[in-house]
Every structure is written in structure tokens, then in C-alpha cells.
């Protein structure tokens, strides 16, 4: 797409509202575009219409109106979540109309230097993190997005001084054209989204949209470690920083010694970084970052490229890697119950992020799992399951799978919970059943492998009850 300046007098449709979507229609109306918005929830259920509405800006609630996309139409700016598939998209596409979405937008009116974060698992915590080291680097983050401000409040705000650091999706990534982040960071890739994106290839040419853009003067950050980063190297244009917990590595960031199969887990280790002159510096060492797990060490050694990419001394991390506690939903400590202790990682809505949770945790589990059914057969958990796990509580609309998969790898303990009632009570009770099959010493884990919408608006929410439940044991 253009700068949003280029639109003036043109007409510009917004499809779905939410603050992404509301911002958006006032970054282009304020550009002078004329703007439409449309979302097809009714309208007691679209809040901030009253606000655009005070501004001027036309917002037309409960359907798609017929009509809504005609020639005359310059671009559609979509709300990342809704899918390709919805008339309003596909006309636009057949009448070769642009459909962008916001981060398209910010981008154009950002004038300081994007830091881009996306990955199947992990990319909050990252994106956090790295505002964390930034700043305590002295230089001068603004985190945004997905987390914190819009972005195009944030982007419309931010000077060159400043960095802007962003977590990404790949429904944000498939609807960019122009965008270019000075450093781009692609965490790891795992089998999810398939309902939206309709295959896996689909999803990694969104995620490696990313760094489609870069010039050689920006910096891809890279998972040496995982399979599907690494076949994108060859089409990478920018400085190439990875990180591997596995390798060590000529220039990027690992462990010393490395995660190997000769080398026992108990092992001291240190975060190294090699530059480009060869020359060595130490981190951190393993045991004293601040979040536990090998995934987090994994997010750790992506933060510190990235920091180091955006300017930061490597001196200056040591610090903020230690203290770092982590953000909610993601593995939260809740509460120790009758010797058991409660974790909400209610964000894990794939196996790969459930996998990398029972993985972080050493004492038995009995897990709280299930939820939406987007056609996985979660068969790739058996090992973890066998290994990890005493105990599952399944609920939700994939609660048969789930418990399959548990019956498959050996386990005898498995509570399937009945969904007939409200959301809140069919956690609350998954909740109760897990704290009668846990022993002292136990952990209770909410770490559903699914997303939450067949119950709960959000993951947030699904957390929320998770942890109040847990309080009122």
C-alpha cells in the first residue's frame, strides 16, 4: 500500500473494529481518506462504534452489506483474525483491491526502527523480554501490538530515537506488502492455525514475510534449532544472527556447552555470543535466568540477539535476564495447595507449546488439557505424556482426542469433564478433578494444547478463571 497520505479523498474500508480496527480508521480518516467501517457483530456488541461515529467516520454493524467493496473502493484494511475466506475479503481480491492489515499501516507512518517478533510459541514472553533489555541498555523501547498499545497509536507517536518493538502474528504477517522490520525475529514454527491458514505452507510464507523486505544494512534473527527456520537462510537477503541451544556457533548466539545427548541436562552452561570479528562474550549463565525451562532458555538466547542486533552491549544484559519473571498465562506460578503447586499456562494453544511446558517442570503432572478442535490428533504429545505426565483432565471440544492420546501413551488416570455447563464450571470442575488425583509434591498444569474459543472468549479469560478457581480450592 501507499502512506496513508496518499489516500486523501480516496475511499478506504475497515473491516471489524476492536482497538487494532478503531485506531486504524483513525490513523487513515485523520489522513484525510474517507472511511468506512464495518463489522458484522450487532451493534450492542460494537462499543467503540459511538466513538468513530463523533469523529464523522461511517460505521455499519451486523452484516456485510451488499455493496460495501466496489471499484471505488482503494483498500482494505482487515482485522488480522478475520479470515480470507469472508465475502467482503474475497471481493476486494477479485477486484484486485489491496488488503493489508494494520501493522501495514503503522509501518508507513513509523519513523522509528521496527523490531518484528513472530514464532508458534513464545513470542509475548519474547517481545517482553526484549523491552526489558533494551532498556535497561539505555535505549529507548516502545512495546506495541499485539501486547500493549495499538500500533498505529504507537507507531504515529514514535521517533527516530526510539525502537519500536512488536510482536507479530501470522495473520498480521499474510496481510503485509511493504513492511520491513530493521531487525525481524522468526522464534520457531509448529503445526497450528491450519484452520485459518488452510496449510502449513501457507503459514510459513506468512511468518517468512517477516523478512521478505529486509535490505542487507537489517538483521534476521534466526532458530538454528528448528528445521523450518533454518530452510529459510537461503532466502534471506539481511544479516543473518541465529541462535541455537544445540550448536555452537561461528557467529550468533549458544550455549557453551551445548544441549547435547552426551552431555547431562545438569551440566553448568553459559550464554556466548560470537560476533562477527570471532571474538567471544560471555552472557549469562543458564541457571540464572529468570525463567525456567529449556524453551526459555531458547527465548532468552532470541532475546539477546535481538538486543544486541538493535544496538545494546552485550555487557549489558546480564541483568535483565536474571529478573525477568515472565508474563501472564505463559507457565505462571499460581499457588501451592495441600503440598501441590498450580500452573497457568493457559497460553499454550498448540501441542508444541504444551510439549515445551511439561518439558520445564520436574515433578509429576497431572494436566488440565482440551479445548478447540481445529483437526489435530495431538499424537505427537505421547512422548511427553509418557514421560512427564500421571494424570490428564480432559475438557473441551477435543476431550475425547486428548484423552486418546492419553490412553496411548499408558496412562490409566484420565478424567474426560462433562461441557454441558457453563465454561466457567466445566474449568472449575476440571480444576477439582485434578486436585484429587494430585499427591504431595504434584503439579497441577493448565496447558490446554488448544485454543480457547469452543468455551471462552480468550485464552486471558480461560487463565483468569484457572487462577481464581485455583485461589478458592
Known sequence: MNHPEMYKGREVVVLGLAKSGVQVAKTMYEAGANVIVNDKKDREQCPEASELEALG????????????????????????????????????????????????????????????????NGKTTTTTWVGKLLEAAGLHPIVAGNIGTPLCEAAAAASPEDWMVVELSSFQLKGTQDFRPAVGCLLNVAETHLDYHGDMEDYVNSKAKLFANQLESDTAVLNFDDPVCRKLVPYVKSKLLPFSVTETLVEGVYLDPPYAADIPDHVSRTVIYRDTEGNSHEIVRVDEIGLPGRFNVENALAVIAISIAAGASPNMLAEPLKTFRGVEHRLEYVEVKNEVTYYNNSKATNSKATIMALGALDAPIILIAGGLDRGSDYMELIPSFKDKVKAVVALGETKEKIGRVAELAGLTQIVLVDTEEDAASVLRTAIQEAARLAQPGDVVLLSPACASWDMFASYEERGRIFKEAVHNL
Open 57 to 120: 467516520i461511517s460505521v455499519l454493524c451486523g452484516s456485510h452489506p451488499e455493496g460495501l467493496i466496489h471499484p471505488g473502493v482503494s483498500l482494505l484494511i482487515k482485522n488480522p483474525g478475520i479470515p480470507y475466506s469472508v465475502p467482503p475479503v474475497q471481493k476486494a481480491l477479485e477486484l484486485g483491491i489491496e488488503v493489508v492489515t494494520e501493522v501495514e499501516v503503522a509501518y508507513h507512518i513509523c519513523q522509528a526502527p521496527i523490531i518484528g517478533i513472530t514464532g508458534s
